[in-house]
C-alpha cells in the first residue's frame, strides 16, 4: 500500500496512487494532482512547491543546473526553477533523440514504458552543484543511472522529491555507492518538512528554454500561441506529451485571472480505477509510437479547446481534435519545431 505522508506534510506535496496499465516491471505509481494530467495544473499549488524547495535546499551557487525528469516530474522542475532567486540553468529530460548544437547524454528508466532518456547540455560546461527534481523516489535506479552519467558536469547533487518511498537499504546503498565514486549526494524528501510559507516573494520570469531548443524555434512558438490565444480564445489549453515548456512560458505570464485551464495529454499509462483515474480517452499508438491518453475529462467542461504539440506527435493532436469535435467542442492546434 501507498505509505501515508506525516499529518505535518505540506498540502501542496500530495501525491494520487495510480495503477500502471501493461508495465509488469512496477504495477503503481504515484503522480501529483496538481501538474495537469489527472486535473488542470494548479499554480498556487506548484508555487507553494517551488517555494518549499527554495526554502528547504541550501543558497544555490551559480552556476547550478536544475533538472526535470519526463514527464512526471518537468512542471515540478519549472515551478521550482522559477522560485530560485539566482538564475539556474534548467534542463528537461527527454525520450526524444532531439536534434541540438548540444552535447547530449543518455541514461535509462529501468522501470519505465520509455525507458531510453536524453540530457541535452552545452559540451564541457561544469556546474557548481546538480539540483534533481523528482515526484516520487520508489528504487533509485533512474536516479543513479542519471548521477553516473552527470559524473563529469558535478560531484554535488541535491535530489528534491515530494515523496521518498525508498526502504532505508536503498537509500543506504545508493549513498554509499556516490560516496565512493567521489559525489556528494543529499535527498530531501520535501513531504518531511514541517513547512509553512512566510513572506511573499515574487517568483523570477519564467524564460527557461529547458529543451535547448533553437531561439528561433522558441520565438515562432510562442509567436503562434500568443497569435491563437488573441484570435481564438481558448478557455482550455493542451499541452501533448512533452511540449509543456512553451505552455508554460506564455501561461505564467497571463494575469492569474485570465488563463485558461492548463491539461497535459500524457504517455503515462494508467488503468482507470473509479478513484484517482475515473475516466481515460486512449489516442492510439501511431506508426510504433507510444498511446496518449487524456485523464478525468468532462467535455461539458470545455468550449473551446486550443492543443500544442511537437511535430513527431502532431497526429496525436489530430486525433484530439477528433475527439473534441466529436463532443461539440471547437478545437485549433498548433505544432511546433521540436528541435
Known sequence: MFPSAPLSAPPATRLWQVERDG??????????????KLAPVCASHLDQIGQLTRAVLPDLPEPTLVIGMTESSLLLAFFMARWQQRPVDLRFTTRKNRLTKDEKIAFREPHSHGPQHFLALEAGRRYSQIVVIEDELTTGATLRNLILALREVSNRVFVATLRDLRPQILRDELRAEMKSAGIEL???????????PDAVETPLAPRFNPFGRTEAALQNALD?????????????????GEC????????????????????????????????????????PALEGGS?????????????????IAEGSNALVG???SEFFNQNGIETRGIVVDGT
Open 23 to 36: 508495465n509488469p516491471l512496477r504495477r503503481f505509481g504515484h503522480v501529483s494532482p496538481y501538474i495537469g
Open 291 to 307: 498511446n496518449y491518453f487524456l485523464y478525468n475529462f468532462e467535455p461539458t467542461e470545455t468550449r473551446r479547446a486550443l492543443w
Open 244 to 283: 509543456v515548456d512553451i505552455a508554460l512560458r506564455f501561461w505564467l505570464d497571463l494575469p492569474a485571472d485570465a488563463r485558461p485551464h492548463l491539461r497535459q495529454i500524457t504517455r503515462s499509462p494508467w488503468k482507470v480505477d473509479g478513484e484517482s483515474v475515473a475516466s481515460a480517452v486512449k489516442f
Open 224 to 240: 503562434a500561441v500568443e497569435n491563437e490565444f488573441e484570435e481564438f480564445q481558448p478557455d482550455t489549453f493542451f499541452m501533448i
Open 186 to 196: 543529499e535527498v530531501l524528501g520535501l513531504e518531511s518538512f514541517d513547512w509553512r
Open 318 to 320: 489530430a486525433q484530439a
